[in-house]
């Protein structure tokens, strides 16, 4: 178990360190009806004061939060994330007593002295004017309402708080380890999400996050030395007042708000042709080496947003911001914190990361508490293919680490199904090989099932229809069945709903007869490449039954396979030498040892 852990731990390590172009192709709009689909909205007004000395801030928040649903609302609820950097908390003690917990947490946060911890703490909350009863439950505001809100109502909410930035232990917090100030991530008293299957008013304990869709105006009063870069468009200059400054922002049609601030940060900025500002917050004491890395990052971090804007989607806004800070990297709204003292390789494959979480995250931001492999997987996988643009030499197969990442997983013993809550992994690593990898494969081995060209488009039209609008797991799979007109309800049921796995053998060859064997519970096309004795070759496609269709091919197409038949024979026209399953390695067989015979 321990060396399985230790394996799956590099690898996942390997890869999480992650518009100024109309996509190429237009891809068809697929409407949503909008008698069916609702969103709730959230207007954000905040006034902040920060002391650098105690790393203590106060704050005004007016929330204009607007019902779209068709239900009556008795409650609300509130995160309050940094009430986790506390010795007691959940995100404390489920560190202490997971199997393998992250070594960026540990039992750091049962040692933080009260100067050291985070907190939130709200003074008053009215409703529209009203005073109302409030209970902070761990990283949670229980919020009863004085009134309902009707459907289709708008109330204010108008809070007073104040908080304490925590030691930066997890994303967020002062001082991190390269020396930058303040992280400042999941800060503010933020309200939680609430649709078609109710609220989401998670606790925060390891990860991940949902939001509501809105617009927010920050009033940001810091030392007058502190430069500070993040979600948002500066309002003009900051204006100044005994020694502070105070920084206005700015940001439309975003579901979270995140800042950091240094007064050692060198800011530069990159203009993309036809596209956004590109803005990098980095420490001016880095090593030369750093610094220079820095500098090179830049232009490769256009051509980044390019690849990302072509393949996915048209980035939305008119800036992004790469920022030094946090513990490793994590995505933001216009922005991302990443530690900044890397070897260049690494340094750009964060950030390819990070970025491209823009698209799955922050701009589809489905609900990644409950669904984290489609932003962590479907990020590895486009990130991935983007860093392999960039080469020079590129990797025929630069998929083939994720995928080697999965098939351990699948073959561990220890794997449990992508269904499963981001927080209920029973080991770390797990999670993150589900996340990470089986995420990325199955979108990977989907270009294996329906076609490469019908991938593109499938995520193509996935982000034009669900931008903006939280989408869930059977969206991707529904956009793929419009542009193809296949069944492929199977393929999401069993890779992403259960752990069945796919293995397909070649039992036998007599002949000019081939017989295969399904050996796996999960049902697949096939791709065979056969090898005749006089030294020609033929691919063959065997259709899947209840699948309904076959992906475009040049391989010859022979009879369907329906999944109950174990085995599958067919004759060809020569002698056979040798037979294999799958050349391509893009299904994700757990063992490719019996895929291949060959006659002697």
Not at 103 to 129: A, F, T
Not at 367 to 390: R, V
């Amino acid at each position: 178990m321990r060396h399985f852990l230790i394996s799956l731990f590099s690898l996942v390590l390997f890869i999480a360190c992650g518009a100024s172009n109309p996509p190429k192709e237009v891809v068809k709009e697929l409407p949503i009806s909008k008698d069916s689909y609702w969103q709730q909205h959230v207007d954000y007004s905040m006034e902040i004061d920060m002391d650098v000395n105690n790393y203590q801030y106060v704050g005004k928040q007016k929330l204009v939060y607007t019902n779209n649903s068709p239900d009556v609302l008795k409650r609300v609820y509130y995160h309050l994330y940094f009430n986790a950097f506390q010795p007691g908390s959940e995100m404390d003690v489920r560190s202490r007593t997971i199997k393998d917990p992250s070594p960026k947490i540990g039992d750091r946060i049962s040692k933080l002295q009260p100067n050291e911890i985070g907190y939130i703490k709200v003074n008053s909350l009215k409703q529209n004017g009203t005073a109302i009863s409030y209970e902070t439950v761990g990283t949670v505001l229980e919020v009863k309402l004085s009134q309902p809100i009707q459907p289709g109502e708008k109330v204010t909410f108008d809070m007073d708080f104040d908080a304490q930035v925590p030691v930066q232990i997890r994303r967020s917090g002062r001082d991190n380890a390269e020396g930058v100030a303040l992280s400042m991530s999941q800060w503010y008293p933020k309200l939680a999400e609430y649709d078609d299957e109710g609220w989401h008013a998670d606790p925060y304990i390891a990860r991940e996050f949902h939001g509501v869709w809105g617009n927010f105006d920050v009033k940001l009063t810091i030392d007058k030395d502190y430069v500070v870069g993040g979600t948002g468009y500066l309002q003009g200059e900051p204006t100044k007042k005994s020694g502070k400054k105070t920084h206005h922002f700015k940001a439309p049609n975003v579901h979270d708000f995140t800042w950091a601030a240094d007064p050692d940060f060198i800011h530069d900025t990159f203009q993309m042709p036809n596209g956004p500002m590109l803005h990098f917050y980095y420490k001016k004491d880095l090593k030369k080496e750093y610094l220079d890395n820095w500098k090179k990052l830049q232009a490769e971090t256009a051509q980044l947003m390019d690849f990302f804007s072509d393949n996915v989607g048209k980035y939305p806004y008119d800036q992004y911001s790469v920022i030094q800070g946090g513990d490793g990297g994590m995505e933001y709204a216009m922005c991302t914190l990443i530690t900044g003292k890397r070897k260049y390789g690494s340094l750009l494959g964060v950030t390819a990361h990070e970025l491209a979480h823009t698209w799955f995250q922050f701009l589809l931001a489905s609900n990644e508490t409950k669904h984290e492999w489609m932003d962590e997987g479907f990020t590895t996988y486009i990130s991935t293919l983007a860093m392999n643009s960039l080469k020079d030499d590129k990797n025929p197969n630069p998929l083939a680490r994720t995928y080697k990442g999965y098939l351990g997983l699948a073959n561990s013993g220890y794997e449990q199904p992508l269904t499963t809550h981001s927080d209920r992994y029973a080991f770390n690593q797990v999670y993150g090989a589900a996340a990470y990898n089986k995420g990325a494969v199955f979108l990977a081995q989907l270009g294996y099932v329906i076609g490469n060209d019908n991938l593109n488009k499938t995520i193509k039209s996935y982000f034009n229809n669900f931008s903006f609008k939280h989408p869930k797991p059977f969206d991707i799979i529904r956009t793929a069945e419009r542009i193809t007109d296949f069944e492929l309800d199977w393929y999401f049921i069993d890779f992403a709903q259960t752990t069945n796995t796919i293995d397909y053998a070649v039992k036998s060859i007599d002949n000019k007869t081939i017989t295969l064997e399904r050996i796996g519970l999960m049902p697949m096309p096939v791709d065979l490449s056969v090898t005749y004795v006089d030294g020609t070759t033929e691919d063959f496609y065997i259709p899947l039954q209840m699948m309904r269709g076959e992906k475009p091919t040049s391989a010859t197409i022979i009879s369907d396979w329906a999944w109950a038949m174990p085995t599958y024979s067919f004759k060809t026209n020569k002698d056979v030498k040798s037979v294999e399953i799958d050349a391509s390695q893009m299904m994700a067989d757990v063992n490719r040892e019996n895929n291949t015979i060959a006659i002697e």
